[in-house]
């Protein structure tokens, strides 16, 4: 019979809390600020419709968070014009662009390719501590590397 895992000390599992309740207020600007990116590419502008579409929201709910993310110096917009992200919503943008790529990398090469993964990579991206991010990199770079040594012949037999 399996035992119960112990409790951790309370100071340390409220610690925990701390951190997903911090990514929580985080993520939803997160969310905003990269999909304004995709969608306001060269030549492209963000709609707040663009935006409650892709989101499964209301158009209400987007006019709120651009307020929010204005507030906060991420975006720019006036009535009736497109969303477009200042230089710290560019950076910020570019940070969870990357953070989003190397959990979804990691967990490709975890063999999890099914049609989970994209949104268990949504979610993931938003709450893994720095400490994981850097584990999932070094394992993806030993990958990397392994498959670089492997003969093509051998690769193309495998399973």
Do not use: C, W
């Not at 399996?2 to 951790?8: I, T």
């Not at 599992?13 to 990514?23: I, L, W």
Request: no cysteine; aromatic share 6%; hydrophobic share 45%.
């Amino acid at each position: 019979m399996r035992q119960r895992p112990r409790l951790r000390e309370a100071k340390r599992q409220a610690g925990g809390f701390d951190k997903v309740r911090e990514a929580h207020q985080t993520e939803l600007a997160e969310d905003y600020v990269e999909l304004i990116a995709d969608l306001a590419g060269p030549g492209r502008e963000a709609a707040g419709v663009d935006l409650a579409k892709r989101l499964g929201v209301t158009h209400a709910t987007v006019n709120k968070a651009v307020q929010r993310l204005m507030r906060e110096g991420l975006v720019e917009s006036r009535p009736y014009r497109a969303i477009f992200l200042t230089a710290e919503g560019q950076a910020l943008a570019a940070r969870v662009r990357a953070r989003h790529s190397l959990v979804r990398d990691f967990l490709i090469a975890a063999m999890l390719g099914d049609r989970t993964l994209f949104t268990d990579a949504e979610g993931i991206e938003h709450h893994v501590s720095p400490r994981t991010l850097a584990a999932f990199r070094r394992f993806l770079e030993r990958d990397r590397a392994d498959e670089a040594a492997t003969p093509a012949a051998a690769r193309s037999r495998a399973p």
